[in-house]
């Protein structure tokens, strides 16, 4: 189970533990409690729920176990579905509050990771609800050029995505000769 928590970046909670592994929600406590006192796992301090850590060495050696054990696809896939769900009903139950912003800003690195799994294995429809919920802020945009990249890693939690474009020269005229309308 240790392999599975090389999943996460930076922190995580008993919550995404549990999904992640596949236990139950105390088993997770349970086992992450079994890491801490290992020292495989840290405990994130100043956090009014409890949070933990990898080291990147343990992270690292825990992906490559992952890896060697053939879970790595099932985790990843485990990982995408427990924050798309957290944050599709947090956005539908309280979309705007700050309260949403506070619970999913501690997840920002899993969540952008679990986009960026989303986007390499087409789940568009995945990977776009979860950017919806991540905006850029003027400064971080200041060095975008029209037609350039934009990442998962430019976004924020609670920011609104407003997209523009322009069409490729049909526009009206296009709908009308393809309806034919005259």
Known sequence: AFRAVGVFVGGFDA???AAVTGLARTAALHLL???VAKSLVQRTPGQAAARF???ETLKAYAEDRLVQADEAALVRERHLQHFHHLAMALGRVIDADVRFNERLRHDRSNIVSAVDW???H???VEAGELLREFP???DELANLKPGGVIG???FKVGELVDVTGTT???GFTGVIKRHHFS
Do not use: C, N
């Open 53 to 55: 850590g990898l080291l």
């Open 118 to 120: 989303a986007a390499t």
């Open 168 to 170: 490729k020269g049909h």
């Open 122 to 124: 087409e789940r568009w």
């Open 152 to 154: 998962a890693d430019t």
């Open 136 to 138: 850029a802020q003027p």
């Open 33 to 35: 409690e079994a890491l």
């Open 15 to 17: 919550e995404a533990t």
